[in-house]
């Protein structure tokens, strides 16, 4: 499933930040890679006593109480009298078949959390054979409280059957324990179960495609439809459709374009993409927010204000992108995404969505550089172009040749960099610029300034600017926010 990738692609004549800046990672403040935490493992002891039921509800059998009733519970580790009750901890027979203290067990709260623990919905008994005429409305299982609305089903701690991680979390830790490993079979995880969960995360009143196929057409045979698509996938059979080309307005009065991809071709961009993200959530650096789970552009915000509070920044430079989905080379995004991937049928897959093309006014056309924005899979593909051109190599930049402090905060292609002194900043720009011409690539002249910023701000515009106070603009990441 992988091979170590320790030579070839990293050394070719590209992104020198490939193969050099992979050890360390940069948030907006100190540099340090962000994700999901590992929960540890832990295994029950195959050897622990078996647990001594102690509470009230087990006093009568402790005291060797009878059970008379015949609505009473006839399991000696049960309370029976009551219609509606938990689940109770099984007894487990001690592991060595020995006598000695009952309550041993590895867990400072033995009666916790523990398999058998009925910590979802509240069951039923059965009533007493001679109950009323109400027992029948009395046997009625109750759901969770408010309060344990988010609380799992599934056993989170110790238990004789050991939690075996799925699939795609298997080659997370893969991709966290080895940063220059390469996969080569990934496709085996889009199943179809897999699609057709893509599919129903669908918008239902979304805009059809060049085939004019609608979502309610799609589902009304989904089974079939799935399963057929499913077979072409896997066989190599699946081919993409070209975008439609559609424009919305900008705040500027122009034309975005948008690139508006078929239902299959959704489902599977979908499927793919959270396949590829189990591999690149692990690589992206801590300062990357746009278009990532669980990275809002409200914390992004945050994290600037935390870069600029606790640091020394006196100049911001807030950068654009100009047309960076129509730029993207698609030369070099092959040869990022083969950093990581060495599956052949994921790599043709990505091939076949850039080489669609685009159809527009009943003409198609294609071209060697840029990817549809709008498609499933493109803001994935935007931020893997950038983590290569612009991420490693900016954090490798300010801890190697800054004087002073630098913070990062990059939402999509607009990206704001904060330095403590003018001349790191200056050197960064040019040097930002003569890099991305490498990568075609190139910052907009209008939407790129570079700003005097800070609490001396005022005293340094009147000094060096000959201005009473400083030029100063909300930086494009609120703008992008809340469509300024």
């Known amino acids: 499933m992988k091979e170590s990738h320790n030579e070839g692609l990293a050394n070719h004549d590209g992104p020198e930040s490939c193969a050099g ?11 340090e890679r962000t994700g999901g935490v590992l929960s540890r493992e832990i295994r029950l002891n195959q050897d622990a006593d078996a647990v001594e039921l102690s509470g009230r509800q087990h ?12 609505a009473r519970s006839k399991t000696s580790s049960t309370c029976g009298n009551s219609v509606r009750e938990n689940r109770e901890i099984p007894c487990l027979p001690p592991g060595d078949g020995s006598g000695g203290r009952a309550g041993k067990v590895d867990d400072r709260n033995p009666a916790m959390y523990r398999y058998g623990k009925s910590d979802s919905s509240i069951l039923p008994t059965k009533p007493s054979n001679k109950a009323g005429t109400l027992a029948a409305e009395v046997v009625e299982g109750r759901g969770l409280t408010r309060e344990n609305v ?13 939690c075996v991680p799925s699939a795609l979390e298997r080659v997370r830790q893969a991709a966290i324990r080895n940063k220059g490993e390469r996969f080569s079979a990934l496709l085996h995880h889009v199943t179809a179960d897999r699609l057709r969960d893509a599919f129903y995360n669908l918008r239902r009143n979304a805009t059809p495609g060049v085939d004019g196929v609608r979502w309610e057409h799609y589902e009304a045979d989904l089974d079939r439809n799935i399963e057929d698509l499913h077979a072409r996938v896997q066989r190599g059979a699946y081919r993409a459709k070209p ?47 746009g278009f990532r789970p669980g990275r809002r552009a409200h914390v992004a915000l945050d994290a600037l204000a935390v870069g600029i509070r ?12 100009r047309g960076y989905f129509d730029a993207i080379s698609h030369d070099w995004m092959e040869k990022f995404l083969a950093h990581r991937i060495a599956d052949r049928r994921m790599l043709n897959l990505v091939r076949k969505w850039l ?15 840029g990817t549809p924005q709008g498609s499933s899979i493109s803001p994935l593909l935007a931020n893997i172009y950038l983590h290569y051109v612009l991420d490693l190599w900016a954090h490798a930049w300010r801890r190697r040749q800054a004087r002073g402090d630098v913070i990062i905060v990059r939402w999509a292609d607009d990206f704001v960099v904060g330095f403590q002194f003018e001349d790191d900043g200056r050197r960064f ?28 701000a005022r005293r340094d515009s009147r000094r060096f600017d000959g201005k009473r106070k400083p030029e100063f603009q909300l930086p494009r990441i609120h703008s992008f926010m809340f469509g300024e």
């Open 59 to 70: 006093t009568s059998a402790r005291n060797g109480e009878g059970t008379s009733d015949p």
């Open 429 to 456: 720009l040019e040097e930002l610029r003569e890099r991305f011409q490498r990568f075609s690539l190139e910052l907009h002249p209008e939407k790129t300034r570079m700003l005097r910023f800070g609490r001396f």
């Open 21 to 31: 800046t992979r050890e360390g990672a940069g948030e907006a403040l100190i540099g």
């Open 310 to 321: 606790f640091r020394k920044i006196s100049w911001i430079l807030d950068a654009d992108i």
């Open 150 to 162: 988010h609380q799992q089903n599934t056993r989170r701690t110790q238990s004789r059957e050991v």
């Open 243 to 289: 975008s439609r080309r559609a424009y919305i307005p900008k705040p500027d009065g122009r034309q975005r374009p948008l690139g508006i991809a078929a239902v299959e071709d959704k489902v599977v961009q979908r499927a793919v993409t959270e396949v590829l993200n189990a591999i690149y959530e692990a690589d992206f650096l801590g300062f990357s927010y």
């Open 355 to 369: 080489k669609a093309g685009v159809l527009e006014n009943g003409k198609w056309t294609t071209s060697e550089l």
